[in-house]
């Protein structure tokens, strides 16, 4: 089945670390950009972190740069969030969606999201 | 950063209603624009890309139009399983931003 599953969500105290995964099913992980979007009341949905299939190019919205890292394993089908100096503010349900990478930016493919918890 | 406003934020319909919502940018974003469907506790869907687009599998009924700043997504006639949360993105220019979403109830 083709499908993206995270984990690695949880209660963690502010200034805490906590790594997300999402881990690729039933596709070639390899050939497909990543993004990490977050879901939270006060925000809705916000655009995190970009990276590129061969994982030499990254982005970060200005409020996580610094604090996050992406990151991915393609011998694993395995993206990753690296999260620290949480805030309060980053809570919520944080989704990776794959991205086809060609003329046009999207996400068509989502995982359920796994639930971040800053208190 | 470009600003995503969707309207109406919540509308009630029946089934095999016509729906429509609508998407400004406040800014142009060309036709990078994409639409997507959200029920609780699943995986958001992408429904069309590039403003006008059909995503493989998504039935027909489902279409979008627009370019610039204006966009609309069409559901020519609501079915049970379309009462969800539908979202506008474009991706023109980063950071990439939603429109706060529309929520199509019964």
């Known amino acids: 089945e083709v499908q993206l599953v995270e984990s690695g969500g949880g209660l963690v105290h502010p200034g805490g670390s906590l790594r997300l995964s999402c881990e690729a099913s039933g596709f070639t992980f390899s050939y497909y950009a990543m993004h990490w979007v977050r879901q939270s009341p006060g925000r809705g949905l916000q655009h995190l972190s970009y990276i590129s299939s061969d994982g030499y190019r990254t982005y970060y919205i200005d409020s996580v740069r610094g604090r996050f890292t992406i990151s991915r394993d393609n011998s694993k089908n395995t993206l990753y969030l690296q999260m620290g100096g949480l805030r309060e503010e980053d809570m919520g349900v944080y989704f990776c969606a794959r991205d086809p990478g060609d003329y046009i930016s999207r996400g068509d493919l989502w995982g359920q999201g796994t639930l971040v918890t800053v208190s | 950063d470009i600003q995503m406003t969707q309207s109406p934020s919540s509308l009630a319909a029946s089934v095999g209603d016509r729906v429509t919502i609508s998407c400004r940018a406040s800014q142009g974003v060309n036709n990078y624009l994409n639409w997507y469907q959200h029920r609780p506790g699943k995986a958001p869907k992408l429904l069309i890309y590039?403003?006008?687009s059909l995503q493989s599998g998504v039935p027909s009924r489902f279409s979008g139009s627009g370019s610039g700043t204006d966009f609309t997504l069409t559901i020519s006639s609501l079915q049970p399983e379309d009462f969800a949360t539908y979202f506008c993105q474009q991706t023109y220019n980063t950071p990439q931003t939603f429109g706060q979403g529309t929520k199509v109830e019964i």
């Open positions: 590039a403003a006008s």
